[in-house]
């Protein structure tokens, strides 16, 4: 399978994310993406460099003023002090109801929050340029697949499924699988389904196709009520104006079995047959794993391999976009197995 990595993941390395009140490790780290990079080479993948320009997609999924926000905030950041270089910053108010987020503040970290729906993603120096080069990643497996190959992979990090048409959260900045689905929209497609596949619902990339109908979003997920990111993912919602019928979430309980999760995957192929989309995005999150850290669903190894060959069986030009999976030792073999399972 044709694969694209992020050459300049390392440069968004934070040190801390906040959990109940205390500064932890960030589970979203570069070792995750050099993982799955290793377990690729060694099964004799190559890995390409990015070879599109995602700044036309990037424009039609996010705002322009999320955009310019995010490529200066570090610079913003600095220049509050200079002794800022060594430190991170969060967020710590936030536009919530009856505020206004329509006036942006000068206020750096009211700005911050205007354009963050946690303080669980913490912003380092080179976010901006590592999220920037994840975009072109994603951009550039679906030009291939836009061109003719059956499918590719899009191996990087930060991931991008929480990030919406104006905020970033859940460990994401740009939205990786919207790039790539609004690629394929911008090459001729007619109708493109993302399915989302990791533990966490992925609320950005349903709330930046909520109103259309060109993009079908299915969603498999820990159960909103009790998992991040807890304000989106309930099974009531269609999609509204043009996109009513164009919105399926699959939320599950946290804790759900590897059968219950396989049949919300064959409802979910089912969906995917009916619309007779033109290409499949899949937001390849790895954070169902039984081993992961952070996530309550429990597939094995092998079961990325029955998820691979399932996903192979929609007949269906597709891109698959890393996402979260934070059993970082694992991650190659699981991103290998998904692959290996779509190319048996
Ligand atoms: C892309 C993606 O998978 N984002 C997930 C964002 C989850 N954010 C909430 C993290 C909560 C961390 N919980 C730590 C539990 C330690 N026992
Ligand atoms: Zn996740």
Redesign the pocket.
Known sequence: MISFHNPLHHLHAPAH?F??GNR?DC??KPARADYVEQALRQAGYELLAPDTDATGALKKVHSQRYLDFLASAWAQWVALDPANTTTQPFPSVWPVRTLRSDVEPANFIAKLGLYSM?N??PLARGTWEAAKAGADAAASAAMRIAAGAPAAFCCTR?????AGPDFM????FLNNAAVAAQTLLDQGAQRVVVLDV???HGNGTQSIFYQRADVLFISIHGDPLTE??FYLGHADEQGEGAGLGFNLNLPLPAGSSVAKWFAALEAACTRISQYAPDALVVSL?L?TYVGD???QFALATEDFSTLGRRLAGLGLPTALVL????AATELGANALQVIHGFEA
């Open positions: 994310e959990f109940r932890v589970f979203e946690d669980g993603t930060p991931p991008g499924h929480h959260g859940g460990y994401c990791d533990y966490h991040y990111p999150g954070d850290p952070i996530s996402e979260g999976g934070y």
